[in-house]
């Protein structure tokens, strides 16, 4: 016997930027939608933070696990800290780093949060976005947005509408086109709930600039040590495999070099920075991986990358990508 798809495929709607979609997108979330949206890290998978069935619905489109709970999106670091219990360590980091690519986990206080959302934990990951489409949204909204990056689960992250378009054409009604983001890489989890400030996920924000901040000076941030039930392994994958901290390209491997192209190499090149930059490494890593991933070539070999500032989130997610993968990874 057939049997009908369950989830109907939709028509994917792409809204080009202007103040009547604003209006529009917001109109469609307060309803209940859930759309995807730019953020200045990666474009996020949105639905209103207090609709059980909304937040099912991105779970389900993501198909991700429900022991995965997501960050909840603010237009203002006031509105954020009204929903955790915290102390000064979430002010000063506030004060420091928002609106930008910050998250805090903290004791949730708001009743109102879905906690599918939160997947029954007592804590809640927040986080106040710098991208102005992403906020005028949420204040046309006027209830905060909680979202996931908008990729099918364990995949890389979009940061083009198009990204979004490739991963989840015909699951979602509407994708709101605010160009490619700026940082490339998800925000920096930083987990206050405890004595120990710890980070869960490196990110946007060069990690010892929060361990500068003048209460944190004694205690150094212990990164990784509580885990965040995202962290898994093997994530950010794209479909070919990869061989990280290589050196130089071997014959029908794809090469993402990290500075100039190598000479005498007659294979499919990429840079994710000519000058070795590592911010604007972090804004091409996602876009050149998917790029590569599209040619004919046994490998993506990305050179290797110095572990400082955000090249550690950089590592970190090409660690993930290259989990379980069939080499070395010299
Ligand atoms: O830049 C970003 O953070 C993007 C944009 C869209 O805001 N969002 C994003 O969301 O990367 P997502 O769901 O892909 O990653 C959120 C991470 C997951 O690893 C999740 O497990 C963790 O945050 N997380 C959420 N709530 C948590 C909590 N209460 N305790 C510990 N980790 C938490
Ligand atoms: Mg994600």
Redesign the pocket.
Known sequence: MKCENIIAKMKTKILKNSKKSILYAAELLKKGDTIALP?E????LAGRYDNNKTIEKIFSIKNRPLN????I?YSSSDLALADIYFDSRAEILAKKFWPG?L?L?AKVKNKKISKLA?SG?E???V?V?SNKIILSIIEHVNIPLA???ANRYGKL?PTSAKDVYEELNGKISTIYDGGSTNIGV??T?V?ISKKETAV??Y?GIDESLINDLTNLKRKKIVSKKFL????SKSHYKPNTPLRINASYPKKNEGWLAFGKKPKNFKGIILSLSKKKCLKESAKNLYKMLRLLDKKDITTIAVQKIPKRGIGLAINDRLERAAYNSKFKNE
């Not at 995965?68 to 960050?71: G, L, T, V």
Request: neutral net charge.
């Open positions: 953020t890290t990666v474009y996020g995965n709970p997501f960050i999106h690519p998250t986990v939160l934990l804590t809640v990951a986080r976005p979202a996931p990056s992250s998800e925000s989890v987990d869960l996920r990110g965040s039930p995202g962290l």
